[in-house]
């Protein structure tokens, strides 16, 4: 049965929040269990579907799983590897799990990873990352949709990305980590993500250095250096960036518990431009609040640490209301704008040419019928239903499912009014707030 948000808007958001583990580490850190021998233990593992479907391609390989949801831990044992290939039924559920190639390189030197198909938000191809395979010594056959990638050894070698892809330089770091001599990634991503799964990496035994900077060095070890580890995923950036969006946004006042402010340097300061309020009470809390209206800006999407493009669709929710014209250039995705159709449906004055986004901030939206078309694009209709006049209902929930942890729980606690219904049930119901029932939200 498909479900539905159903929100009135219109709350301002009070409270305290913590932020879970960053989705798009963990997955990465499961990938990099498989490389030792033994019972690795990661924490901080939020409760995500895609941490499901990376820990069924994980155990799909004959690794051993435990996943402790209250804990919110999960143990990987991959002593005995039984497989070498990570399905197509996978895969194309996640694209995160192509990952899996570099984890399966070292450990195995062969690996049948599916391709993983087209995307929403853009084409998101991985030739950087086969051509990096084959840079180490990887002999690459694609066939029925499979990446077939194989190697006597691999050897360290100098590879420059053509742009600092985050999942190519994930995936070459993880297949060098057992090569032969040293691999020198140049043009490599910054994100803190690639900067934990580093940090992960030495953990195991692996000699990693220049992870957070523009060149990563991996000096390959022997597997018998690799060893089980205790290891705690960072705080996810772009969830706690959500939640700022949502105090903002709704022009309420909370506080953000469990955040690495330094991962959202950039975002913080265009919000501090905006007119919102940001103050560090604590080195990893935040308060974050907003009186008057904002005001317009202009910005980017960049690799990290420029503006990150998964809280593109956030501040463009930011900016339907703030005084002004806002202009955004999304410089990542072909296809990132996905939100602006909707955004429209609710009174957003926004024109859209190619990967330019003029936005004229209007006095306030109203609520819709609104559709999610990605996981980002959702999360940001959530945000502008809790800022609209009225009710929104919200469909294929399945998308925001995948990022936000208990996100209407989360909001909920914070005074937010917002349900999920499975959709058969189309008349409106009593809206339960926390702990008040009975409030008839229409
Ligand atoms: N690209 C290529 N060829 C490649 C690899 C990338 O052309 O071989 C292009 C992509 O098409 C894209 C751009 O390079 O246009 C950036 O892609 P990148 O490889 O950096 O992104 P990713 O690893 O596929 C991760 C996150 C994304 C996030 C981007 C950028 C995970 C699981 N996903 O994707 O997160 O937007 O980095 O920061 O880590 C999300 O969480 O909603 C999400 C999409």
Known sequence: MTQKFYI?????????????????????????????????????????????????????????????????????????????????????KMRASFIILGAL???????????????????????FHIKGLEALGAKIKIENGYVHAKANKLTGADICLDIPSVGATENIMLAAILANGATRIQNAAQEPEIVDLANFLNTLGADVSGAGTSEIVINGV??????????????????AGTYMSAFIATRGKGIIKNVFPAHLTFFTDKLLKMGANIKLLEPN???????????????????????????????????????????????????????????????????????????????????????????????????????????????????????????????RLLGGKIERRDDAIVSPQNFTEGKQKNESYI
Do not use: W
């Not at 070292?106 to 853009?122: D, H, Q, T, Y």
């Open 8 to 92: 009135k808007g219109g709350t301002p958001l009070k409270g305290e929040v913590e932020i879970g583990g960053a989705k798009n580490s963990v997955l990465k850190l499961m990938a990099a269990a498989i490389l030792a021998k033994g019972a690795t233990k990661i924490y901080n593992v939020p409760d995500l579907t895609d941490v499901e479907i990376m820990l069924n391609v994980i155990a799909d390989l004959g690794a051993k799983t435990v996943y402790d949801k209250r804990e919110k831990s999960i143990v990987i044992d991959a002593t005995d590897l039984t497989s070498i290939t990570a399905k197509y039924e996978l895969v194309s």
């Open 222 to 239: 022997k597997p018998e250096q690799l060893h089980a580890i205790e290891y705690t995923t960072i705080p996810d950036r772009i969830e």
């Open 105 to 127: 390189m070292s450990r195995c030197k062969e690996a049948i990873v599916a391709l993983p198909g087209g995307c929403a938000i853009g084409e998101r191809r991985v030739d």
């Open 285 to 411: 809390v935040l308060e974050v609040s907003c009186k008057n209206r904002l005001n317009s800006i202009n910005f980017v999407t960049q690799p990290y640490p420029g503006f990150p493009t998964d809280l593109q669709s956030m501040a463009m929710t930011l900016l339907s209301t703030a005084n002004g014209v806002g202009i955004i250039t999304e410089s990542l995705y072909e296809n990132r704008f996905m939100q602006v159709p909707e955004l429209r449906r609710m009174g957003a004055d926004i024109h859209q040419d190619r990967n330019h986004a003029i936005i004229k901030g209007v006095k306030k939206l109203t609520g819709a019928g609104l559709v999610a078309s990605d996981l980002r694009a959702g999360a940001s209709l959530v945000v502008a239903a809790l800022m609209a006049d009225g009710v929104s209902e919200i469909e294929n929930l399945h998308h925001i499912d995948r990022g936000y942890e208990k996100f209407e729980s989360k909001l």
